[in-house]
Structure formats: structure tokens, C-alpha cells
């Protein structure tokens, strides 16, 4: 992967990241983190062995799912005192620390100006909800303020105009025609590069990779010609620009033709999952791999130990990632030990249940709070990739042990999830059957056609 292409990533990743920041309802802030966890693995999903694609390749102009705003858009009759005439423009943006109030001193306004705006702003949208990042647009006439849109969502734009000497403020919802999308096809270069070129927003491709990350490893279990479907929801505005991109509601994976399939359903708490046929959730009891973006460089099984020279069972697998890279709990459980352990250096042991332990060797450190007796949660960070005890280089020596016999962690993919309760299966069918009715008759969008169909324009009702 050259550095050109994962500049790109890292740029799309810290967007997405300003994204579920600024505009994602607390409700979703969980959905939102995980999806933006997924992306520091979307930056690592390199052109798979076996693939003679040339790395130089260009990624294809990405669909935003943050489209700039545009008056035009909205079909909507406006008050006399809420059309924006032709006049100057300035766009401001508000810095970490700010406050609505001093910003617009800033632009000119008076104390009492700035206060008689917030409180007419404030009838339509709260300043305390205001993030960093957030534009305001403002209209000057002869020099001075005189109207202010301000849009905090796709679905949103509040408007503050000034008539004599008062503010008054209005808010307009956009109307949306919401359609589903079903983007098929194999890969070639790698899964990030041949989904988005298809149309797949990154906030759909974060969430397949949040979904098989547990039983996936996207380094090394991905081959070119594996299958992918991505079915999710888009919104269009009335040009046929997709401006919000959904959840995933179905998904298909088949790495080295081993097929997995998986629908979203929430449970009876609420919480949403994704389940395959028998009501199994793709997240497994333990992960296979407790890092993100490390290479794998040395198997588990019978090995020439790189420094006692010597052929030994090497009953674990290593990953070489740079120093302070996060480990993550493989599963949730019990720390039974975090401290020093002879040749492993820093080391942390979990118990799970079922008979089931995994261990973490040679870290830099600990993360807060990890010590004897300390629960933690699956995927929490527990340390940090180090070099101590007896090792030739930053990097994670990961075991896992069933019944006190050590196993190999590759292992761990064939595990099945946490099944829905028996009562909840009849729903659950119920959601998967409206879901494959939906897929039946939605627009697929394959590498023949890869962006006519995501950019056609919605006829006039």
C-alpha cells in the first residue's frame, strides 16, 4: 500500500471521525464509535496476497455523504424576510473553544446584536449542542450581517434574519426520498478500494468491517476473488444526490469461499446486532486478533527461536506493530495477572468462561485500572505494544489457552456467537424475510455499472 493511498484513508478516517462527533445523536455514539474503531481497520486492509494489482492504483472520487449546502435544494416556501438576496458571503467556522456570542463579535456584531441573535438562534437550535467544525453562513449587506443560516444536519437548516433592529430565526426540513442499495462484486485490489469505488460510502464499509473483524483476519484471510455484498439504506435529495448514507441491514462475505451472511436485528433490549440464519451474532465469545493494523510475524507452531537459536514450540502467535499500539481484550473477563513474568515482560492474563484464557506478553505497559482481579470488557484497551522480557522487537505475543492447554488463536474464528433467546427467533425471522424482500427489489450496483446508478436523477413526482 503506498503512502499516497494511506494519506487518503487517514484523511477519510479523521473526516468520518469529525462526522460522528459532530452530527451523530447520543443514542447512536456507541454504533458511531465502533464504526470509527472499524476504520483505523479499514486503513490496513492492504491489497491481498496473490493480487498483481499495481499499488499506484488511484481510488475512484468518493461519494460524500456531507453534501455543501445549497438553497436550491430545498422546495420550500420561504417568509418574505427569510429569502437571501443577492449579496456577500462569508463562511465561518467554529474553533474548538468557541462560543456562538464572541464569534460573531468577532464578525463585527455588537454585544447587544450578538446576544439579540443567540436568543432568536436559540428558539430553533440549542448553542450548547454547537461542536467544533460547525459552519455558519453569513450574508453582509453594505457591510453588515443581515442573514445567517446555519445547517446542523443533512435533514436541518435554521435560518436567523434581521428585520429593523430584531433577529428572528426559522428552521426548514429537507425532505428526502429514501431508497435501498445492494453494491455486489469480488475483490480485486482490496476490499476498501473495490467497495468505495462501487459507491459504498465509508460509514458502510466501517460497519462490514466491524462486522467480521471477530472471525476475519482482512491481512491475511482475504484472496482476490472473494465476494461481497454490501445492502444498506441511502438517502436522496430531489437531484438524486445521495446525501445520507444508513446502516448496513444485510451483509455477505465469503473469504476463501467459506460464506457468511449476517442481518441487523434488534434484540428485545433494543440493541442492535447482526445475526446470521440461525440467530447467532457475528460477534464471537473471544477475537483471534487483539490489535489493529499489526503484521503477523510469527505463526504458532514448532519454530527456530530467534534468539536461543534452537528449534522450540512457539505457542502463540506474534504481531510486529510499533511501540504504544493498544491491545485490546480478546473477550471480556477477569485479569488474573498484569505484571512482570519472566521471559514475557509485562504480561496480562485474562480468564473467560468456558474454560477459556488468553494472554498478552512483552507490552510496553498497562492501561489504567488493568491489575488482579480488574474486569474487562471485550475489545477495552489493556496495554500497549512493547519489546520487554525476551524479544528482538516491538511486538505482541498473544496466547490462547482452553482448559489449560494451549491452542492455536486461529482457532478462535470457528467459534459461533452469543445466539438470540429462543422466544426472540419469530421476530427475528420475521425482520430477516422484510429485509430479503427488500433486497429483492432494490438497485444493484456492480462493477459493470459502477457509479451511473448511485449518480441517476431521481424523476419528479
Known amino acids: 500500500m503506498n503512502d499516497s493511498f494511506k494519506d487518503a484513508l487517514s484523511v477519510r478516517a479523521r473526516a468520518y471521525a469529525d462526522y460522528t462527533s459532530t452530527r451523530i445523536p447520543a443514542r447512536n455514539k456507541l454504533k458511531a464509535l465502533a464504526a470509527g474503531a472499524a476504520m483505523v481497520l479499514i486503513a490496513v486492509m492492504a491489497i491481498p496476497r496473490g493480487s498483481q494489482a499495481d499499488e499506484t492504483v488511484e481510488v475512484a472520487e468518493l461519494i460524500s455523504i456531507e453534501p455543501t449546502y445549497d438553497l436550491s435544494r430545498f422546495d420550500v416556501a420561504l417568509a418574505d424576510e427569510f429569502v437571501l438576496p443577492s449579496r456577500s458571503q462569508r463562511d465561518v467556522t467554529l474553533n474548538p473553544g468557541d ?17 439579540s441573535f443567540v436568543q432568536a438562534f436559540s428558539e430553533e437550535f440549542s448553542p450548547r449542542r454547537l461542536r467544533a467544525g460547525q459552519t455558519f453562513n453569513l450574508y453582509l449587506e453594505d457591510g453588515v450581517v443581515s442573514d445567517v443560516t446555519f445547517r446542523p444536519s443533512a435533514e436541518k437548516t435554521v435560518f436567523v434574519s434581521r428585520k429593523d433592529e430584531a433577529w428572528s430565526a426559522r428552521s426548514v426540513a429537507a425532505e428526502f426520498r429514501y431508497e435501498t442499495l445492494s453494491v455486489r462484486a469480488t475483490i480485486e485490489n482490496s476490499l476498501y478500494v473495490d467497495a468505495t469505488r462501487l459507491g459504498a460510502p465509508d460509514k458502510v464499509v466501517a460497519q462490514f468491517a466491524s462486522i467480521y473483524e471477530y472471525s476475519v483476519d482482512f491481512q491475511r484471510d482475504i484472496q482476490p476473488g472473494d465476494a461481497f455484498e ?6 436522496r435529495d430531489h437531484t438524486g ?18 460464506t457468511s451472511d449476517y442481518w441487523l436485528f434488534a434484540d428485545a433490549e433494543g440493541e442492535e446486532n447482526f445475526y446470521d440464519a440461525e440467530g447467532k451474532t457475528a460477534k464471537r465469545k473471544l477475537r483471534a486478533t487483539p490489535i489493529n493494523g499489526a503484521r503477523l510475524s510469527s505463526s504458532y507452531g514448532s519454530r527456530r527461536h530467534p534468539i536461543l537459536g534452537y528449534r522450540k514450540m512457539h505457542s502463540g502467535v506474534d504481531f510486529a506493530a510499533p511501540r504504544g499500539t493498544p491491545i485490546l481484550a480478546a473477550g471480556s473477563g477477569t485479569v488474573e495477572r498484569a505484571n512482570r513474568y519472566g521471559s514475557f515482560g509485562n504480561y496480562v492474563r485474562i480468564r473467560h468462561s468456558d474454560g477459556y484464557q488468553t494472554a498478552y506478553a512483552h507490552m510496553r505497559g498497562f492501561a489504567s485500572g488493568i491489575r488482579a482481579g480488574a474486569r474487562v470488557r471485550q475489545d477495552q484497551v489493556i496495554g500497549y505494544v512493547g519489546t520487554t522480557g525476551r524479544s528482538t522487537g516491538p511486538h505482541l505475543h498473544y496466547e490462547v489457552i482452553h482448559n489449560g492447554k494451549k491452542i492455536n488463536p486461529r482457532r478462535l474464528s470457528q467459534l459461533a456467537g ?18 430479503e424482500v427488500m433486497r429483492a427489489s432494490s438497485v444493484v450496483v456492480q462493477p459493470e455499472q459502477p457509479m451511473a446508478v448511485l449518480s441517476a436523477e431521481i424523476p419528479a413526482e
Open 230 to 235: 454490501l445492502f444498506f439504506e441511502v438517502a
Open 241 to 258: 444526490a445521495i446525501v445520507q448514507a444508513g446502516d448496513l441491514l444485510y451483509t455477505s462475505f465469503s473469504p476463501r469461499g467459506n
Open 99 to 115: 462560543n456562538l456570542g464572541p464569534m460573531l463579535q468577532r464578525e463585527g456584531m455588537s454585544g447587544s446584536d450578538a446576544y
Open 418 to 435: 452469543k445466539p438470540l433467546d429462543a422466544e426472540q427467533i419469530p421476530q427475528f425471522e420475521s425482520r430477516r424475510a422484510e429485509i
